[in-house]
Structures are given as structure tokens and as C-alpha cells.
Nanobody, 119 residues
Framework: QGQLVESGGGLVQAGGSLRLSCTAS???????????WAWYRQAPGKQRELVAS??????NYADSVKGRFTISRDSTRKMVYLQMNALRSEDTAAYYC???????????WGQGTQVTVSS
């Protein structure tokens, strides 16, 4: 489905907000809507962890971000978002957009966007 491209990362002070975006302009609507999208993050020296996911049937969040982060998607623009509020220093990581194609169990990853939260 082509490249997944993230944007919106940057440097922000603790307590601030950022919105990450993931674009997949060449993806067809049925694939965009019919599969699971997610945001993962990975800090230096740590394993990649699931932050939030969204599908046609559910939206899920890691306990550490519940109440602060919101995942959403826009099928018209074919974009996936992660709104991050009340950011903490422990949120500092590279954030990756992810798509799981259920029919083939295929994984697609973006290249990552860096989020750095200063305290």
C-alpha cells in the first residue's frame, strides 16, 4: 500500500500537547477502513510498545496513556492521528504508525517521528 509517513513530532515541554499524523495516500478505502491501525513507540534501550490502536470495532489504549492520548482516523483524507495531551517526560520516544492487514497478517510500518518531552 505504499509508504506510511508520520509527521507532527517535535520538542515540547511537559504538560504540552502534540498531534501526530500518519498518511497513506495510495491506500484504497476498503483497506484503510477494514483493518487495524495503531501507534507504537520506542525509547532508546527499550522495546517497542503499543500505545493505541483503532479498528472498525474498537479503540484501545495502553494504560500509561489512557485519558491523555486519543487515536482517530479520517477515511476521507486517509489519515490516522494520535492526539497527545498532558505529555510527560516518559512519553519521549520515536513514534511509529502501524497497519495490520488481517487477510494476510501483513504488517506495515512508518519510518517514525521523534517526540521529545522536556521537564
Amino acid at each position: 500500500q505504499g509508504q506510511l509517513v508520520e509527521s507532527g513530532g517535535g520538542l515540547v515541554q511537559a504538560g504540552g500537547s502534540l498531534r501526530l499524523s500518519c498518511t497513506a495516500s495510495r491506500i484504497i478505502t476498503s483497506v484503510f477502513n477494514g483493518n487495524t491501525w495503531a501507534w507504537y513507540r520506542q525509547a532508546p534501550g527499550k522495546q517497542r510498545e503499543l500505545v493505541a490502536s483503532i479498528s472498525s470495532s474498537s479503540t484501545n489504549y495502553a494504560d500509561s496513556v489512557k485519558g491523555r492520548f486519543t487515536i482517530s482516523r479520517d477515511s476521507t483524507r486517509k489519515m490516522v492521528y494520535l492526539q497527545m495531551n498532558a505529555l510527560r517526560s516518559e512519553d519521549t520516544a520515536a513514534y511509529y504508525c502501524y497497519l495490520r492487514i488481517h487477510s494476510t497478517n501483513a504488517d506495515h510500518w512508518g519510518q517514525g517521528t521523534q517526540v521529545t518531552v522536556s521537564s
